[in-house]
């Protein structure tokens, strides 16, 4: 009888931190499983909360909304200033900062023009008709006319121009804020690597990590806030702000926007590799924060975590393209811009052509590039346009008590485009950058 020879199976050095590193993605899936279904629990509970219509309850909601969105306002100034800065004094010597810059603004002219387009083609197909003059006409007194005064384009770049390095912080002017932060990270990558410039650096990121600590703080509290917003608007759901008699327009609108954000957003993905359903789940708390915050600024804190510790992306990638898209990629208000001036402009009489209509896409594009993320900006930005131009304005004063539910819609939609713009930029990058980047994790 043959003795049965035993061979050994080697086992590789590495299988057990492999293992480890397996259960704890499994455990990470997991949790943001579990924060998901507690967020929407949330938001079931605070919009049947809303609709009981107890005026008690709704001054409560009120109180509690504002609270988190203070809250949220108070660290995106600082989460815009430091992620930047942090990010360029290491990256903006390096060549590779160009590839990260020109890829976040070529994926976010791409789907801001597309969103545009979405809007323009819904709007020729559903072709809303004129509003009656009188309706109109007994409107304007709803109309915001005194901010007109400082919202004149020329007004509206030059204040872009820091004349003093704390007021954009304080005013929470973005554009602002973007430019001295950028020219700050610059400025210090590009200094001689004394002693002093080391510690300058070693404490901004000290102040990052003590930021991003706060955040998470409000993060795991949120629970609470989003049942507040939930009942907010359900609230006003019941109230009858929802239901207008613009109808048509609303449709074109609201439709374009989710168009945007179910189809083209998820075709952009698809066609760089990424499942839209696994990026979707893993930044859906930042769509949620912005759905109720109704700013893209706001929300900056979350969309950064989210994007870093959900999706998994390099740090040096999200600090970097994130703030920026926060101030220039704004889809849902190009397509708000846009279709709002060719309702007016059609209502005024002007004759909509397409090349008219492809014209005004353009403007509408740069228009919202121009926008600082914050709420209503896109509505403000499109009654200075139309002032200028002699549209009838009192039909910004027909769509202003709706403009609430818009602009939830919109800075959801803005914040989704965000995280694809990040996720696609990561993909593209993430085997081409140097370990100097990668440092940044």
């Not at 304005?393 to 989704?416: F, H, Q, R, S």
Request: glycine share 8%.
């Amino acid at each position: 009888m043959s003795e049965k020879k035993k061979t050994s199976v080697e086992v590789p050095q590495d299988v057990d931190s492999a293992a480890q590193n397996a259960i704890n993605k499994s455990a990470a899936s997991g949790a943001n499983r579990k924060q998901l279904i507690l967020w929407m629990g949330a938001l079931v509970l605070g919009g049947i909360l809303g609709f009981m219509g107890s005026e008690l309850l709704n001054e409560f909601f009120n109180f509690v909304a504002t609270v988190f969105t203070k809250l949220f306002q108070a660290v995106a100034i600082p989460t815009i200033a430091l992620s930047i800065i942090t990010t360029l004094c290491k990256l903006g010597a390096k060549k590779n900062t160009g590839r990260i810059f020109e890829r976040a603004l070529t994926y976010t002219f791409l789907t801001t023009i597309s969103a545009a387009a979405v809007g323009m083609f819904l709007y020729i197909w559903v072709a809303p008709e004129n509003l009656p003059e009188e309706i109109v006409g007994a409107a304007v007194s709803s109309v915001p006319l005194e901010k007109l005064g400082s919202l004149s384009y020329y007004d509206h770049f030059l204040s872009v121009i820091p004349n003093n390095l704390l007021k954009p912080f304080i005013e929470g002017n973005v554009l602002s804020v973007v430019m001295i932060s950028a020219a700050m990270g610059m400025g210090l990558a590009f200094m001689p690597k004394t002693e002093n410039q080391k510690a300058l650096v070693k404490a901004l990121n000290g102040l990052q990590e003590l930021l991003f600590t706060l955040i998470r703080g409000i993060i795991t509290i949120l629970p609470i806030g989003i049942v507040a917003f939930a009942a907010q608007l359900s609230a006003q759901i019941e109230a009858g702000v929802v239901l207008g008699s613009l109808g048509k327009y609303v449709l074109v609108v609201i439709g374009g926007n989710c168009i945007q954000f179910f189809i083209i957003l998820p075709l952009f993905l698809l066609a760089r590799g990424l499942n839209p359903m696994t990026v979707f789940r893993q930044m859906s708390p930042a769509v949620a924060v912005a759905l109720f915050t109704k700013s893209s600024a706001a929300t900056l804190p979350v969309t950064l975590s989210s994007a870093e510790n959900n999706m998994k992306v390099n740090p040096a990638i999200s600090r970097f393209v994130l703030p920026i898209c926060t101030t220039i990629n704004m889809n849902g208000c190009a397509a708000f811009i846009l279709v709002t001036s060719l309702f007016m402009l059609q209502n005024a009489g002007y004759e909509l052509t397409m090349g008219t209509m492809v014209s005004w896409l353009f403007v509408s594009v740069l228009m919202a590039v121009g926008n600082a993320g914050v709420p209503m900006g896109c509505y403000f930005l499109t009654l200075s346009l139309m002032s200028s131009v002699g549209a009838p304005l009192g039909i910004m004063g027909i769509i202003l008590p709706i403009y609430a539910i818009i602009d939830m819609i919109e800075t959801a939609e803005n914040v989704w485009s965000d995280s694809t713009v990040c996720a696609m930029v990561n993909n593209d990058l993430k085997d081409k950058l140097g370990d100097s980047f990668n440092s940044l994790q």
